[in-house]
């Protein structure tokens, strides 16, 4: 019985806990969690590097995405046991942070919890495991920092976001890409800072990858209020409005008598003077075109579209912002506060059909602080694809402009760091030093996984990179020849973030599940649904009850 109480008095066992109610301790909590971190670590570590595979996963709508990208399978695969969610939870960060090397992360954790097993089998006590890779994971920092190479320069960007895309359906359409990329982190950055949502990705099907485009502004999925509007406006002069332009519809209840039909159309005269003063205050700005968050009236639109305004209504607030940014326009909360110093400027706004979508074009502003790249992809399946891989591209090249720091890829910064590690090793007494080696054998899964991935014999290629290490912490696994190589010179690098956190959040992650010896589940819990489960991952469903 695994029921947490005690005898009572009559020998009747007390009970605190709601019948049902499921429990696992010590070694056996440590070991299903491990085995759970295990198996979710094992199942993305196919995808791992230029040559990892893809993931077709299905949902119970039947609807499929074909990714390659560690946090997207992740999300997708609706896990319910709880150390594997903590390891999701590692994947998530890594992708908020860096946007990139949510595989890395994982499967570091992963190899992390399975070196600690065989610690366990050794006795060596959990606290002592995690004392050690604590200790590792601050050492290992130390070590990153000194290999890291100080560069941001215009190549290095480019280098970097290549390496983020290699492997990911962006074959043909790597080089063209990066410079896309590049050149719109570079635009939109400030002040050495770089918010990622000034890039607006919009993806449209049909052509092909190369055929993406960077427009130096912005992009609105919606079309112009009326057809009878210009179709093209040069020179915009752009107002924001964050207000109705209609006359406030009456509160539900409210009822007007009207005693006479001259009333009623006293009363319409009076609405369409107050729309008409609506748009003549707009238009007295020198706005040529208004984007209007909110609704604008028939009435409005057609005194508009007379004066050849091009406007637009209930515009997101997001392409609200990036009209600012880009534009320079400030957004008017209220029509009287509308005055010409708020205009925008944009040297050309039109309206264009690519493939099915309807799209407005803010384009040829002035230095703007919001751009748009539209991705071009043969089917959605693939264009999709493309996308996650230049997001992870746009994160890389911020954080390399951000921090100004790259480190080598292709398992050079994992294996420097492990020797690194073995060294310090030796220095601690205890069993400390055990753990901390673990933590050292443990980063050697990323050279080892990019070389299975290829089809390379992994036990070769580490004990190729071992030796080329002596010499320099740039030699890693060139995927594409074969062999052991400069990163540096091979040109495939990485921003140190991405490594910085990758370590930091496995480690985090290994260190918390092992310090679990006590899990109590409440029978609330969802029933794991193993049937919407791929195979082989039955059993990592919530936690068996204990009886
Ligand atoms: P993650 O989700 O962790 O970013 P990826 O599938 O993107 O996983 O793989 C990233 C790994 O692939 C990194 O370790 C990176 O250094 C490595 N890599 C990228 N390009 C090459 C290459 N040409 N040769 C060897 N390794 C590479
Ligand atoms: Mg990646």
Same mark, same amino acid.
């Given at each position: 019985?695994?029921?947490?109480?005690?005898?009572?008095?009559?020998? /009747?066992?007390?009970?605190?806990?709601?019948?049902?109610?499921?429990?696992?301790?010590?070694?056996?909590?440590?070991?299903?969690?491990?085995?759970?971190?295990?198996?979710?670590?094992?199942?993305?570590?196919?995808?791992?590097?230029?040559?990892?595979?893809?993931?077709?996963?299905?949902?119970?709508?039947?609807?499929?995405?074909?990714?390659?990208?560690?946090?997207?399978?992740?999300?997708?695969?609706?896990?319910?046991?709880?150390?594997?969610?903590?390891?999701?939870?590692?994947?998530?960060?890594?992708?908020?942070?860096?946007?990139?090397?949510?595989?890395?992360?994982?499967?570091?954790?992963?190899?992390? =919890?399975?070196?600690?097993?065989?610690? =366990?089998?050794?006795?060596?006590?959990?606290?002592?495991?995690?004392?050690?890779?604590?200790?590792?994971?601050?050492?290992?920092?130390?070590?990153?920092?000194?290999?890291?190479?100080?560069?941001?320069?215009?190549?290095?960007?480019?280098?970097?976001?290549?390496?983020?895309?290699?492997?990911?359906?962006?074959?043909?359409?790597?080089?063209? =890409?990066?410079?896309?990329?590049?050149?719109?982190?570079? /635009?939109?950055?400030?002040?050495?800072?770089?918010?990622?949502?000034?890039?607006?990705?919009?993806?449209?099907?049909?052509?092909?990858?190369?055929?993406?485009?960077?427009?130096?502004?912005?992009?609105?999925?919606?079309?112009?209020?009326?057809?009878?509007?210009?179709?093209?406006?040069?020179?915009?002069?752009? @107002?924001?409005?964050?207000?109705?332009?209609?006359?406030?519809?009456?509160?539900?209840?409210?009822?007007?008598?009207?005693?006479?039909?001259?009333?009623?159309?006293? #009363?319409?005269?009076?609405?369409?003077?107050?729309?008409?003063?609506?748009?003549?205050?707009?238009?007295?700005?020198?706005?040529?075109?208004?984007?209007?968050?909110?609704?604008?009236?028939?009435?409005?639109?057609?005194?508009?579209?007379?004066?050849?305004? #091009?406007?637009?209504?209930?515009?997101?607030?997001?392409?609200?912002?990036?009209?600012?940014?880009?534009?320079?326009?400030?957004?008017?909360?209220?029509?009287?506060?509308?005055?010409?110093?708020?205009?925008?400027?944009?040297?050309?706004?039109?309206?264009?059909?690519?493939?099915?979508?309807?799209?407005? #074009?803010?384009?040829?502003?002035?230095?703007?602080?919001?751009?748009?790249?539209?991705?071009?992809?043969?089917?959605?399946?693939?264009?999709?694809?493309?996308?996650?891989?230049?997001?992870?591209?746009?994160?890389?090249?911020?954080?390399?402009?951000?921090?100004?720091?790259?480190?080598?890829?292709?398992?050079?910064?994992?294996?420097?760091?492990?020797?690194?590690?073995?060294?310090?090793?030796?220095?601690?007494?205890?069993?400390?030093?055990?753990?901390?080696?673990? #933590?050292?054998?443990?980063?050697?899964?990323?050279?080892?996984?990019?070389?299975?991935?290829?089809?390379?014999?992994?036990?070769?290629?580490?004990?190729?990179?071992?030796?080329?290490?002596?010499?320099?912490?740039?030699?890693?696994?060139?995927?594409?020849?074969?062999?052991?190589?400069?990163?540096?010179?091979?040109?495939?690098?990485?921003?140190?973030?991405?490594?910085?956190?990758?370590?930091?959040?496995?480690?985090? @992650?290994?260190?918390?599940?092992?310090?679990?010896?006590?899990?109590?589940?409440?029978?609330?819990?969802?029933?794991?649904?193993?049937?919407?489960?791929?195979?082989?991952?039955?059993?990592?469903?919530?936690?068996?009850?204990?009886?």
């Amino acid at each position: 019985m695994a029921q947490l109480g005690g005898q009572g008095q009559q020998g /009747q066992p007390i009970l605190i806990l709601p019948e049902g109610t499921s429990r696992l301790l010590g070694r056996d909590a440590q070991r299903m969690n491990i085995m759970a971190g295990k198996v979710l670590a094992e199942t993305i570590r196919t995808t791992l590097g230029p040559k990892g595979m893809d993931k077709m996963l299905v949902d119970s709508l039947g609807d499929i995405v074909v990714t390659n990208d560690g946090v997207t399978i992740l999300k997708e695969m609706d896990i319910e046991h709880p150390a594997a969610k903590m390891l999701v939870e590692v994947a998530k960060t890594q992708e908020d942070e860096v946007g990139d090397g949510t595989t890395t992360a994982v499967v570091i954790a992963g190899e992390l =919890l399975k070196k600690a097993e065989d610690l =366990l089998e050794q006795d060596v006590h959990p606290t002592i495991i995690s004392m050690g890779y604590r200790r590792a994971a601050a050492k290992a920092q130390e070590i990153l920092n000194e290999i890291a190479i100080d560069r941001n320069d215009r190549d290095t960007l480019l280098e970097v976001a290549i390496t983020a895309m290699t492997g990911k359906g962006t074959e043909k359409a790597r080089q063209p =890409l990066a410079e896309l990329i590049v050149s719109a982190v570079k /635009q939109v950055e400030e002040d050495g800072e770089v918010d990622k949502d000034h890039i607006n990705i919009h993806r449209i099907q049909g052509a092909t990858v190369e055929d993406s485009q960077i427009v130096n502004g912005v992009v609105i999925d919606k079309g112009r209020l009326d057809p009878s509007m210009p179709k093209k406006v040069q020179d915009a002069k752009i @107002a924001l409005l964050k207000y109705p332009v209609e006359v406030k519809s009456l509160e539900t209840d409210a009822k007007i008598k009207l005693t006479d039909p001259n009333q009623m159309q006293a #009363f319409i005269e009076q609405e369409e003077a107050m729309i008409k003063d609506m748009v003549d205050k707009i238009l007295a700005t020198g706005a040529n075109v208004l984007f209007c968050q909110k609704g604008i009236d028939d009435l409005a639109q057609h005194y508009l579209a007379r004066e050849g305004v #091009f406007a637009v209504k209930r515009v997101r607030k997001s392409d609200i912002e990036r009209l600012e940014k880009a534009t320079g326009a400030n957004l008017a909360t209220n029509i009287e506060d509308l005055k010409p110093e708020d205009l925008g400027e944009a040297g050309m706004v039109y309206e264009k059909k690519i493939f099915d979508e309807v799209l407005i #074009f803010v384009e040829e502003c002035h230095d703007p602080k919001a751009v748009s790249i539209i991705l071009r992809g043969s089917t959605k399946h693939v264009a999709e694809e493309v996308e996650r891989a230049v997001d992870d591209a746009i994160g890389v090249v911020s954080a390399t402009v951000e921090d100004g720091k790259v480190v080598a890829g292709g398992g050079a910064a994992e294996m420097a760091i492990s020797k690194g590690l073995r060294d310090y090793a030796d220095t601690i007494s205890g069993r400390e030093q055990l753990a901390v080696a673990a #933590f050292a054998d443990a980063l050697e899964i990323i050279p080892k996984t990019l070389a299975e991935n290829a089809g390379l014999d992994s036990i070769d290629t580490l004990v190729d990179i071992r030796a080329a290490q002596e010499n320099s912490p740039y030699m890693g696994i060139n995927i594409f020849e074969g062999k052991v190589t400069n990163m540096k010179v091979s040109r495939v690098i990485e921003p140190h973030r991405v490594k910085k956190q990758a370590i930091q959040s496995a480690a985090e @992650a290994a260190e918390m599940i092992l310090r679990i010896d006590d899990m109590i589940a409440s029978t609330k819990a969802r029933e794991p649904d193993m049937e919407g489960m791929p195979p082989g991952m039955g059993g990592m469903g919530g936690m068996p009850p204990m009886m």
